[in-house]
């Protein structure tokens, strides 16, 4: 099982940044690759970004494409979502989640996340 963690979510205006944080431990070998998830309030938990442990390739979902980016630090086993342009539309909780799969088809279903952080609120507003 791999634990994580994250951090680094608030309250920003619409328009600003906010870089989130997901330390990762335990069996992180296992995984191939790690995602970032979001969920609003009564609406279900939607895919954001993902990237591939060993290549780097990264995958994001057309809401947050030329706003977010995600990135990976390896030797702390840190993953990052930098997110700049926010707007209302980004408030939610969001969660880093890690795979075993490494076909990238996995990615966009959070079924095929079988380890979750806690979550980290974000509020934007107008």
């Known amino acids: 099982q791999v634990q994580l963690v994250e951090s680094g979510g608030g309250l920003v205006q619409a328009g600003g940044s906010l870089r989130l944080s997901c330390a990762a431990s335990?069996?992180?070998?296992?995984?191939?690759?790690m995602g970032w998830f979001r969920q609003a309030p009564g609406k279900e938990r939607e895919f954001v970004a993902a990237?591939?442990?060993?290549?780097?390739?990264?995958y994001y979902a057309d809401s947050v494409k030329g706003r977010f980016t995600i990135s990976r630090d390896n030797p702390n086993i840190m993953v990052y979502l930098q997110m700049n342009s926010l707007k209302p539309e980004d408030t939610a909780v969001y969660y880093c989640?890690?795979?075993?799969?490494?076909?990238?088809?996995?990615?966009?279903?959070?079924?095929?996340?079988?380890?979750w952080g806690q979550g980290t609120q974000v509020t934007v507003s107008s």
């Open positions: 989640a890690a795979t075993t799969y490494y076909s990238s088809s996995y990615y966009y279903s959070e079924s095929n996340f079988g380890s």
């Open positions: 335990g069996r992180t070998f296992s995984s191939y690759a």
């Open positions: 990237i591939n442990w060993s290549n780097s390739k990264t």
